[in-house]
T-cell receptor, first 112, second 111 residues
């Protein structure tokens, strides 16, 4: 069973601090990794994609991938109240026919 | 570029009825996946269609079915609705990189 694991939270972070969200995956064949943000009652929104080991930065967001440890993380710098949401980690395999596997999400709360 | 469009946005149905939900993917995307999400739950994968063929399937009863048309638009059907089918149904289309782009969802309430 291919799985993506996340701590469900809630993770509470003060405004302006760095929020760190973590994810592990079981399928060593996974090649592409994604982070989604989902506000309550809304659909998930893709915020980061990462395909190779290392860091990828986009504005206040940094995705980190370590394939040897089967570990993906998302850092949010200068956290804002608007960052309060559930963050979903997802992974998909090498084949274009591979199903994307979602974690159950981490609830992040930014406290003023 | 237009995003993923789901219709209708809201539906109220009675137990035992059937319902059809529609999804128009991003232009050029040939893969369409459907998910069910209930309050406090993660995304539960229903099925994926690619070029009119079901390519992957989740663990849902046969009451849940889908299809994809030659223009990549997809429909999902739920027959003999149960109260537990009340949920947000999400459609996502994927391109060549595998990332999924979600529609706004259809919120189904079964009474």
């Amino acid at each position: 069973q291919k799985e993506v694991e996340q701590n469900s939270g809630p993770l509470s972070v003060p405004e302006g601090a760095i929020a760190s969200l973590n994810c592990t995956y079981s399928d060593r064949g996974s090649q592409s990794f994604f982070w989604y943000r989902q506000y309550s009652g809304k659909s998930p929104e893709l915020i980061m994609s990462i395909y190779s080991n290392g860091d990828k930065e986009d504005g206040r967001f940094t995705a980190q991938l370590n394939k040897a440890s089967q570990y993906v993380s998302l850092l949010i710098r200068d956290s804002q109240p608007s960052d309060s949401a559930t963050y979903l980690c997802a992974a998909t395999g090498y084949s274009s026919a591979s199903k994307i596997i979602f974690g159950s999400g981490t609830r992040l709360s930014i406290r003023p | 570029k237009a995003g993923v469009t789901q219709t209708p946005r809201y539906l109220i149905k009675t137990r035992g009825q059937q319902v059809t939900l529609s999804c128009s993917p991003i232009s050029g995307h040939r893969s369409v996946s459907w998910y069910q999400q209930t309050p406090g739950q993660g995304l539960q994968f229903l099925f994926e269609y690619f070029s009119e063929t079901q390519r992957n399937k989740g663990n849902f009863p046969g009451r849940f079915s889908g299809r994809q048309f030659s223009n990549s638009r997809s429909e999902m059907n739920v027959s003999t609705l149960e109260l537990g089918d009340s949920a947000l149904y999400l459609c996502a289309s994927s391109g060549t990189q595998g990332e999924a782009f979600f529609g706004q969802g259809t919120r189904l309430t079964v009474v």
